[in-house]
């Protein structure tokens, strides 16, 4: 059973209605937001389906979203697609598809993780997020891994520049073409080892994500240490993993994206056995406090409440 929201039409008492109708039981509303044990994964996708209906319409705004749950053997069951082919700006969550595509050169035996890689006073980007922006000492330099991990746990946007060293916008794209991904791109600019974040869709954020944890994207030793950036401790939290315990949080990558209105988040959830269960491609804009960058915002706190459900469901 495939199931999708269009949350526009799913609000209110028909959300309430529609997810006690699958899960077997109405629910009344003073327990909406009791999430409950789900046995089957179309269940799961049910009641994945109901909190993003319920947390969407609550945050408002506009939202592009694909979210599914694993289901065996079998194609994994869709708990959401809404407008998820839209081509949009994927901002820091294509901070995911650079390291792919740096990775995939140390694959190949073209880069190594350990080679160093300089930090000079002009490629860093004064008040860019993440951490070279603060040293005030340069130059420097960090080994390529010490940059993936600055790109993909604090989101540094001067790890960008350094990624683009070693592989520039051209050359970026056409490996993410080459696994699959047209429409994730990043966006030359005029110096060849600089570029925007560019864009993706929903469909292929996750899509992308399935083949990571399926092992058909990288070498295995490239996919843990990717994994192991985006479950660590210090990756973000104060989106899908923020109601969550630090053994909780572990079991989620994630990675997030935000400029001027936007809130995307993108991950997978992994079961305590570590195998992964669930998919989630968020983007969101429009929302209101567009100078909110913190947990407060609304459709962070949508997240929030939405990975707390996730997790529970799965």
Known sequence: MTIRVNRRAALGIGTVATAGTVLGAAAPASAAGRPRVATTPARAAAQVAASYARQTARAGGNWQSYVSVANGAAAPQVAVADEADRRIEAYSVNKIAVAVAVLDKVDRGLLTLAQRVD???????????GIFSLDGA???SVTLGHALAALLTVSDDT???LCGLVCPAAELNQILVAKGFPNTQVQPVANPNRFYLGTSTPRETHDLLRALVGGTLLSASSTAFLLGLLRSPIAFTDG???EMSSAERARVATKAGWFDTARHEAGIVFDAAGAPVLTYALFADGQASADDFGATHPAVQARARMGRVFLTAV
């Open 119 to 129: 930090v000079t006073a002009s490629i860093v980007i004064p008040g860019g997020d």
């Open 138 to 140: 340069y130059p420097s």
């Open 159 to 161: 790890a960008v520049r």
């Open 240 to 242: 899908v993993r923020r």
